[in-house]
């Protein structure tokens, strides 16, 4: 069988969903400016952003009404995410 490639290819312990109490994520008001984590959430498979940014830490640049926009230090570039509410949180 040929191999596969996806997006989402070992991920299989990074993509695991842990038992958190806490607020919900839709309770949160997010700024510009503000710092969020992302934190993919493996259930919610629309607005997932790439695994190779599951825990790290970007500033929002824009706030959709679904969607927001971060910028992210990967190595010595700076990129945007794009993701869905769910796949990010906020650092208290």
Do not use: C, W
């Amino acid at each position: 069988m040929p191999k596969s490639h996806g997006i989402r290819r070992k991920t299989r312990h990074i993509l695991h969903k842990d038992f958190v109490r806490g607020l919900s994520y839709l309770l949160y008001d997010y700024k510009v400016g503000n710092k969020v984590v992302i934190n993919i959430d493996p259930s919610e498979h629309k607005g997932m952003p790439h695994k190779r940014f599951q825990g790290k830490v970007g500033i929002i640049s824009k706030v959709g009404r679904r969607t927001l926009t971060a910028k992210v230090n990967v190595g010595n570039k700076e990129k945007i995410v794009t993701a869905r509410l769910n796949h990010v949180k906020q650092v208290v």
